[in-house]
C-alpha cells in the first residue's frame, strides 16, 4: 500500500491557478518534476488560458473550461508524442497560465519633447502623456514572442516596450495633425483613437491588444506657457492705458508702500510751496480770499413754437413735436402758411429750413397740369 501511494504522489491530477497579485500576466504551474497524470483534471477560470510547452514547443492552449487530459484533448501533444488512443502513460509538460483580463490604469508619456509646427505660434515643443489598458488575445503568440520560459512575467515587463511604442506614434500623430495648439485639449479623444489604432497591428504581433487609450494632457514647455498666460491676461484687461492708471492708483493708495511714500512725499511739497507763495514777504498771511463763484450753467435750449394759418385764422402756439404729427397726418402741408418768434411775416412751411426734416418722407407737390 506504502508503494501505491508513493507512486500515486509522483503524479499530479489536479492542476489550477488562483490569481491574487493583480499584476501577474503569465504564471508557469510548478510540478517539481512530477508528471502529469494521464486523465488528470485542468480548471481554466474565466479570465484565463492554459498554455502546454513540450520539450520547448509550443502544444496545446486551452480556454476557460474543466477537462481531462486525454489524447482527444491534447490533440497537438498527441502529434509531437505520436501517441496512439491505447495511451495511459504519465507525461511530462510545462503548463503556463496566461491572465486574458485587462490591465488597466498603465502609464504611458514623452520622455523628449514633441516638436510640432502650429499654425499660430509656429514651430512649438509638447509634451503628452496619459493612460491605457492591456489584455493578452492570443496566449500562444505571447508566449512565443514575450515571455519565453519566464516562470512568473507581470505588467511591468512588457509595459516599458508598449510605452515607447505608443510615444512613437504619439509624435506622429501630433506633428501631423495640423490641429492648433490651443484646440488640442478638445481633440484628446480623436487623438487617442487615432494613436491606438494606428499602434494596433504592432501590439498584436505581441499577441495583445489595446482596448483603451487616454491623453490626460498635451503641455507646452513652462516658458511658453507663461507668454501665453501673458497674452490671456492682456485679453482679459482689454485697455492698456486705463489698466496702468488704475495699478499705479492701486500702488499709490497701497500702506507702507514706496509708491505710496513718494506721492506722499511729492504731494506734501507741492503743499509746503502752495503756502509759501500765498504768504507775504515778511512771513504773513494775507486774507484769504474769497474763492470766484462758479460760472452759471447755460440756459436749456428752448424749443421753437409754431402759429399755423387754418381757415383764415391762426392757430397756436404748437410746439414742434405737434406740428410734425400735423405734418404726418395731412394737416399741415408745405404750402401752409407758418409763423415763429423772431420770423419775418407768414412762409410757408415747406421753405422753412427748420421744418425741412418734417417734410423729409413726404413726395414733393405734383407739378401744375398733373
Known amino acids: 500500500m506504502a508503494l501505491f501511494d508513493f507512486l500515486g504522489g509522483e503524479f499530479i491530477d489536479v492542476i489550477h491557478w488562483v490569481d491574487d497579485t493583480r499584476d501577474t500576466m503569465v504564471w508557469r504551474f510548478e510540478r517539481q518534476g512530477h508528471a502529469i497524470k494521464y486523465g488528470a483534471k485542468l480548471t481554466v477560470r474565466e479570465g484565463q488560458a492554459a498554455v502546454f510547452i513540450h520539450e520547448g514547443q509550443l502544444a496545446d492552449v486551452f480556454t476557460p473550461g474543466l477537462y481531462m487530459l486525454e489524447t482527444n484533448n491534447l490533440p497537438i501533444l498527441t502529434t509531437l508524442q505520436h501517441w496512439d488512443h491505447g495511451f495511459r502513460s504519465p507525461f511530462k509538460s510545462e503548463i503556463y497560465f496566461v491572465n486574458t483580463t485587462r490591465f488597466n490604469d498603465q502609464k504611458w508619456g514623452t520622455k523628449n519633447p514633441i516638436i510640432c509646427r502650429d499654425p499660430e505660434f509656429g514651430p512649438v515643443r509638447l509634451r503628452a502623456f496619459g493612460t491605457y489598458s492591456m489584455r493578452v488575445t492570443d496566449p500562444g503568440r505571447f508566449m512565443t514572442e514575450i515571455v519565453g520560459t519566464d516562470g512568473e ?15 512613437q506614434e504619439m509624435g506622429r500623430a501630433l506633428a501631423a495633425s495640423s490641429i492648433p495648439v490651443l484646440d488640442m485639449a478638445a481633440n484628446t479623444a480623436d487623438l487617442g483613437k487615432l494613436v491606438a489604432e494606428a499602434i494596433a497591428p504592432t501590439i498584436s504581433g505581441y499577441g495583445l491588444s489595446i482596448p483603451e487609450l487616454y491623453i490626460e494632457n498635451i503641455s507646452l514647455p513652462q516658458e511658453v506657457e507663461k507668454a501665453l498666460d501673458k497674452r490671456t491676461s492682456m485679453g482679459i484687461v482689454g485697455d492698456l492705458g486705463k489698466f496702468t492708471q488704475y495699478s499705479a492708483a492701486e500702488a499709490m493708495s497701497a500702506p507702507n508702500s514706496a509708491a505710496g511714500a513718494a506721492v506722499a512725499s511729492g504731494m506734501g511739497a507741492a503743499m509746503g510751496l502752495g503756502m509759501a507763495q500765498r504768504m507775504g514777504p515778511w512771513g504773513a498771511a494775507p486774507a484769504a480770499a474769497e474763492p470766484a463763484p462758479p460760472p452759471p450753467p447755460p440756459p436749456p435750449p428752448t424749443e421753437p413754437v409754431w402759429h399755423v394759418a387754418a381757415n383764415g385764422q391762426s392757430e397756436g402756439p404748437i410746439a414742434q413735436a405737434d406740428l410734425a404729427r400735423r405734418v404726418a397726418a395731412g394737416q399741415v402741408t408745405r404750402a401752409t402758411l407758418v409763423w415763429t418768434p423772431g420770423q419775418e411775416g407768414w412762409i410757408q412751411a ?18 401744375p397740369g398733373a
Open 350 to 367: 415747406g421753405e422753412v429750413a427748420a421744418l425741412a426734416p418734417l417734410f423729409a418722407r413726404l413726395p414733393p407737390p405734383l407739378p
Open 153 to 167: 512575467f507581470t505588467a511591468d515587463e512588457i509595459s516599458f516596450q508598449i510605452r515607447n511604442v505608443i510615444v
